[in-house]
T-cell receptor, first 118, second 114 residues
Framework: AQKITQTQPGMFVQEKEAVTLDCTYDTSDPSYGLFWYKQPSSGEMIFLIYQGSYDQQNATEGRYSLNFQKARKSANLVISASQLGDSAMYFCAMREAYSGGGADGLTFGKGTHLIIQP | DAMVIQNPRYQVTQFGKPVTLSCSQTLNHNVMYWYQQKSSQAPKLLFHYYDKDFNNEADTPDNFQSRRPNTSFCFLDIRSPGLGDAAMYLC?????????????FGQGTRLTVV
C-alpha cells in the first residue's frame, strides 16, 4: 500500500487564487513528520513546511499552511494568493520515527504539477 | 550559498560505462542520502550513510554503489548504467534525529544514458 497518496496529478489555478494540494498518508507509527517540498523545473527540492504528528496546531510558513487532519490522515498544503512563480511540482513526504538509526529517509508521494495562470 | 552541492548538474554516459556522481555538503550533517527520481515519478530512496555506516534500501539494485570518504563528500557509483537508470539523482543531508529533522537537498544531477 502506498504510504503517501497525492490524488491530483495536475492543477491549473488562476493567479492570486488560493490553492489546496491534497495529501493522505498511511502509517501505524504514532510519531512521524510530514513535509511539503516544491520542485521547480530546475530540479532542486525546496522545503516548504513541516508538520509533526504531535503538533496541536496547523503549521504555517508565510503563504503556506498545512491543513492537518490526523484522524483522517490527511495533510493538505494550502497556498494563499498564488503567484506565477508557484508553478512547479509539489511533493508531500513523510518520515516515520527512526527505527533506531536516527536517519530514516523520506517517503514521497507522486506529486502534483501546479500551474498558475495569469 | 549552496549548502549541498551536486556535480555535475548534467551527465551523459554510455550504456554500460561506469559513472560516478558527486555530492558535497557544508552543513556538517552526519547523514547523507541518495534518491533516484525518474521522469514524472516520486523520488525513491536508494541508500544513505549515517556517519560511516552504509544503509542500503532492500530494493536498490546491486548496480548502484556508494562511497563516503569523509563527512563532506558522498559519491554514487553506477557500475553498468542501463537505459532504465536515466533519471534525476538527488543528494540530501540531515542531522540524525527524530521524524521532524529537515533534509536539505542539492540541485540534483540529471543522468542521460545513451
Amino acid at each position: 500500500a502506498q504510504k503517501i497518496t497525492q490524488t491530483q496529478p495536475g492543477m491549473f489555478v488562476q493567479e492570486k487564487e488560493a490553492v489546496t494540494l491534497d495529501c493522505t498518508y498511511d502509517t501505524s507509527d504514532p510519531s512521524y513528520g510530514l513535509f511539503w517540498y516544491k520542485q521547480p523545473s530546475s530540479g532542486e527540492m525546496i522545503f516548504l513546511i513541516y508538520q509533526g504528528s504531535y503538533d496541536q496546531q496547523n503549521a504555517t510558513e508565510g503563504r503556506y499552511s498545512l491543513n492537518f487532519q490526523k484522524a483522517r490522515k490527511s495533510a493538505n498544503l494550502v497556498i494563499s494568493a498564488s503567484q506565477l512563480g508557484d508553478s512547479a511540482m509539489y511533493f508531500c513526504a513523510m518520515r516515520e520515527a527512526y527505527s533506531g538509526g536516527g536517519a530514516d529517509g523520506l517517503t514521497f508521494g507522486k506529486g502534483t504539477h501546479l500551474i498558475i495562470q495569469p | 550559498d549552496a549548502m549541498v552541492i551536486q556535480n555535475p548538474r548534467y551527465q551523459v554516459t554510455q550504456f554500460g560505462k561506469p559513472v560516478t556522481l558527486s555530492c558535497s555538503q557544508t552543513l556538517n550533517h552526519n547523514v547523507m542520502y541518495w534518491y533516484q527520481q525518474k521522469s514524472s515519478q516520486a523520488p525513491k530512496l536508494l541508500f544513505h550513510y549515517y556517519d560511516k555506516d552504509f544503509n542500503n534500501e532492500a530494493d536498490t539494485p546491486d548496480n548502484f554503489q556508494s562511497r563516503r570518504p569523509n563527512t563532506s563528500f558522498c559519491f554514487l557509483d553506477i557500475r553498468s548504467p542501463g537505459l532504465g537508470d536515466a533519471a534525476m539523482y538527488l543528494c540530501a543531508t540531515s542531522r540524525a534525529g527524530g521524524p521532524g529533522t529537515e533534509a536539505f537537498f542539492g540541485q540534483g544531477t540529471r543522468l542521460t544514458v545513451v
